[in-house]
């Protein structure tokens, strides 16, 4: 059992920078993959990007080459950074954790049932 915190969401701009961030808390013995997801209300929760242990990340494409997972296992404190940041990316954004690679779910709508561990999300606005 882990608690996920999520931080960093706001207001920016077209075209500025967000950087997400997930407090980890609880049994941070185990070793755990970390994934971020978004959701526009009404929609399905989808993938963006996830890190496996190895540090190998996978990304959702329409954000690739402007969004960077990260983790830091000593901290607890994975990242989301966001860059390029468009409108249509206002959304809740939420971290979540598990056992098993994340990697599967990036793209994937309605993930719920396949994550184990989510935080309480974030919200994210990008004005034009």
């Known amino acids: 059992q882990v608690q996920l915190v999520e931080s960093g969401g706001g207001s920016v701009q077209s075209g500025g920078s967000l950087r997400l961030s997930c407090a980890i808390s609880?049994?941070?013995?185990?070793?755990?993959?970390i994934g971020w997801f978004r959701q526009t209300p009404g929609a399905p929760r989808e993938g963006v990007a996830a890190?496996?242990?190895?540090?190998?990340?996978t990304y959702e494409q329409s954000v690739k080459g402007r969004f960077t997972i990260s983790q830091a296992n000593a901290k607890n404190t994975p990242h989301l950074q966001m860059d390029s940041m468009k409108p249509e990316e206002t959304d809740m954004y939420y971290c979540?954790?598990?056992?098993?690679?994340?990697?599967?779910?990036?793209?994937?709508?309605?993930?719920?049932?396949?994550?184990?561990?989510w935080g309480q999300g974030t919200q994210v606005t990008v004005s034009s």
């Open positions: 609880g049994d941070t013995g185990r070793k755990y993959y």
């Open positions: 979540a954790a598990d056992t098993d690679t994340l990697a599967v779910v990036v793209g994937v709508r309605n993930p719920q049932g396949n994550v184990q561990y």
């Open positions: 890190i496996d242990l190895d540090g190998t990340t």
